[in-house]
C-alpha cells in the first residue's frame, strides 16, 4: 500500500514580483497628498518619465532615520499605481494599496525603485545616467582618464564627473577627479556596448 507525504494547506501566498535585477532607484516619497491616499514623489531626475514608464513602483525604507510622521506600519514592497502626473517639481501619484492618508504618511521618505528595462527609450544622442555609471573614459589618443562615477546637472548641460585612476584613496576630491562637460564640443562617442565614453581631453587638463 503506497503512502504519500503530509502536505501543508495553504491558505495564502505572496504574488508580489520578485524584486527587478535592474532595479534603479528613481525617486522618494516625500509626503502625503489630498485625503484619498495620494503621494507626493521627488523624482531624481530633472525628467520623471521613468516614473510614468511603469505601473509597479518598488519600495526600500529610507536611508538613515526615517523622517518624522513616517508611521510604524510595514513597508509594502510593491505599490500598484493607478495615476500619476507632474506637479511642478514633484510627482503627485495613486496606488490601489494606499486608501487614505494616514497610510500615505505611513510611506514618506519611502525609496521608489523601477526596473531599468521598463523606462522608455532613449532619443538619438540621449542617455540615462544610470547607463553612463561606471563607463571608463578615454581620450582620442587612447589614453585612460578614468570612469564615470556621477553627473552635475549644471541647467545649461551636464558635466561628468570621472574617478582619475591614479588618484590616491585620500586625495581631495578636486585632486581626484575630472570633471568635463557632456557635450558635442569635448564628448567624441558614447559606446554603451563596449562601456566606453571618447573625450577630446588632455591628461593633464
Known amino acids: 500500500m503506497s503512502q504519500s507525504l503530509p502536505v501543508a494547506k495553504t491558505t495564502d501566498f505572496d504574488d508580489t514580483p520578485a524584486w527587478p535585477d535592474d532595479a534603479v532607484e528613481v525617486g522618494c516619497i516625500v509626503d502625503a497628498w489630498g485625503i484619498q491616499g495620494g503621494i507626493k514623489v521627488k523624482p531624481f531626475s530633472s525628467d520623471p ?7 509597479r513602483w518598488f519600495l526600500q525604507p529610507p536611508v538613515g532615520p526615517a ?5 510604524t506600519g510595514r513597508l509594502p514592497k510593491l505599490l500598484k499605481i493607478t495615476q500619476a502626473r ?10 490601489q494599496e494606499i486608501e487614505d492618508r494616514n497610510a500615505a504618511e505611513a510611506l514618506r521618505g519611502a525609496r521608489i525603485f523601477i526596473s531599468r528595462q521598463s523606462f522608455p527609450t532613449a532619443k538619438d544622442g540621449e542617455y540615462y545616467w544610470i ?17 564615470v562615477i556621477d553627473l552635475i546637472d549644471t541647467g545649461a548641460h551636464c558635466v561628468l564627473r570621472v574617478q582619475r585612476p591614479d588618484a ?3 586625495a581631495k576630491p578636486d585632486e581626484a577627479e575630472r570633471l568635463i562637460p557632456f557635450v558635442d564640443a569635448y564628448v567624441d562617442k558614447v559606446d554603451l556596448a563596449e ?5 577630446d581631453w588632455g591628461l593633464d587638463y
Open 67 to 71: 523622517p518624522k510622521a513616517a508611521g
Open 86 to 95: 507632474e506637479q511642478g517639481a514633484l510627482v503627485v501619484a495613486r496606488a
Open 195 to 199: 562601456r566606453r565614453i571618447t573625450v
Open 168 to 170: 590616491p584613496a585620500d
Open 131 to 147: 547607463d553612463l555609471i561606471g563607463l571608463a573614459v578615454v581620450n582620442r589618443e587612447g589614453a585612460l582618464l578614468g570612469s
Open 49 to 55: 518619465q521613468a516614473l510614468f514608464s511603469s505601473r
